[in-house]
């Protein structure tokens, strides 16, 4: 482990955004140092990463904050960037600390909240005119009613999915993952997992067809950026992160919507 200054820490060492990153700021000259819970990273095989932090505490936990809060001193860096909703999440419980000390990559706290809450998305997204798959909100697996009303409503297979992707109990977190179910039994129990600590969860709509996506830079009220792409493979493979995806042109009517939304 280098001990270097450095301009910029990035999270995540293992995700793609985390490496995209570290070559774009690193090839403007600015130095560039990257962190994560394993060794393996691909970030830190890349030439533009000025030195290599190794967590062993989990994502999210109070553990991981204190190491970082650890390297923020031996590099002295002025800014900072996520890439993972569990390290986004701990950055936010801390975000008055560490403002004190560096820049956070991240947007404000209410814009913040209504991207990361995906009943606060789905009513932004009606609000603006633009079509959503029918859904139902389930706060606990033993309300059985509410289940089995929500899947005649929405009807089967569906997909059981948690209104927030991360929880945590302050001192270390759980990455939730939505559920495709084909019965009720399945239903149930994805329901009861999901609420387990405490969230909520929204039985939806299954559509089938290929995903696409459309993505911004938006900064200071301007688009400096658009991207359209549609995802040929997920890991996993309902609602993941997209491994391998194929660019496309922005269409016309739903870049229209989709940058409404963004807005």
Same mark, same amino acid.
């Given at each position: 482990m280098m001990m270097n200054k450095c301009d910029v820490i990035v999270l995540d060492g293992r995700l793609r955004p985390s490496l995209a990153t570290v070559r774009s700021l690193g090839r403007r000259g600015l130095r560039v140092a990257a962190?994560?819970?394993?060794?393996?990273?691909?970030?830190?095989?890349? /030439?533009?990463?000025?030195?290599?932090?190794?967590?062993?505490?989990?994502? +999210?936990?109070?553990?991981?904050?204190?190491?970082?809060?650890?390297?923020?001193?031996?590099? +002295?860096?002025?800014?900072?960037?996520?890439?993972?909703? %569990?390290?986004?999440?701990?950055?936010?419980?801390?975000? +008055?600390?560490?403002?004190?000390?560096?820049?956070?990559?991240?947007? +404000?706290?209410?814009?913040?909240?209504?991207?990361?809450?995906?009943?606060?998305? &789905?009513?932004?997204?009606? /609000? &603006? %005119? &633009?079509?959503?798959? /029918?859904?139902? &909100?389930?706060?606990?697996?033993?309300?059985?009613?509410?289940?089995?009303?929500a899947l005649g409503e929405v009807g089967l297979p569906a997909v059981v999915k948690p209104t927030r992707s991360w929880t945590s109990n302050g001192q270390q977190g759980t990455r939730l993952a939505s559920r495709l179910v084909t019965t009720h039994e399945e239903a149930f129990r994805a329901v009861e997992e999901l609420t387990r600590s405490g969230g909520k969860t929204l039985i939806q709509q299954f559509l089938p067809g290929r995903c696409e996506a459309i993505g911004f830079f938006y900064a200071q009220g301007e688009i400096l950026a658009r991207f359209a792409f549609w995802a040929k493979r997920t890991e996993p493979l309902l609602g993941g992160t997209v491994v391998m995806g194929q660019s496309m042109m922005v269409p016309e009517y739903i870049g229209v919507l989709a940058e409404r939304f963004r807005r």
């Open positions: 962190l994560e819970t394993r060794a393996d990273a691909p970030t830190f095989s890349s /030439r533009w990463c000025r030195s290599s932090f190794i967590c062993p505490a989990e994502e +999210g936990s109070q553990e991981y904050f204190e190491y970082l809060m650890q390297v923020l001193d031996l590099t +002295g860096s002025r800014v900072l960037i996520s890439s993972s909703d %569990g390290t986004i999440e701990l950055l936010r419980q801390h975000r +008055g600390k560490l403002e004190q000390r560096v820049k956070l990559a991240l947007a +404000g706290e209410p814009a913040l909240d209504m991207a990361i809450d995906k009943e606060q998305t &789905l009513d932004i997204a009606r /609000r &603006l %005119g &633009l079509k959503v798959p /029918r859904g139902v &909100l389930v706060s606990e697996v033993h309300k059985a009613r509410e289940v089995w009303e």
